[in-house]
């Protein structure tokens, strides 16, 4: 079952290029960590929208460095936020965990 991205206006989904042919990786919400998670929902600009664990945000929402790269392969970091969306094309609320 290929993934989507659960952010409103984007139509990235498992196994098909970016616009700029960049390779789309998928993230799920981090529901283990409340504080974290109501970042990445406020972020979004969701109302009263609550993520499954089925449900993914596209590597495009995060600045490149919310990443690590390792072996070749692209990890989130724990502390990534999005902040890239198609509503705002700037950067929303970033605030590190403490």
Known sequence: MPRYCAVKLCKNRGGTPSK???RI???PFPLQDEVRLQIWVDN???EE???SRHQYLCSEHFS???FDLRWGIRYLKHTAFPTI???TRHVSRQTPLL
């Open 49 to 51: 929208w609550t993520p």
């Open 20 to 22: 700029e042919n960049k």
């Open 44 to 46: 979004m600009k969701r």
């Open 64 to 66: 490149e460095d919310c």
């Open 25 to 27: 990786s998928f993230y």
């Open 85 to 87: 969306f198609p509503h």
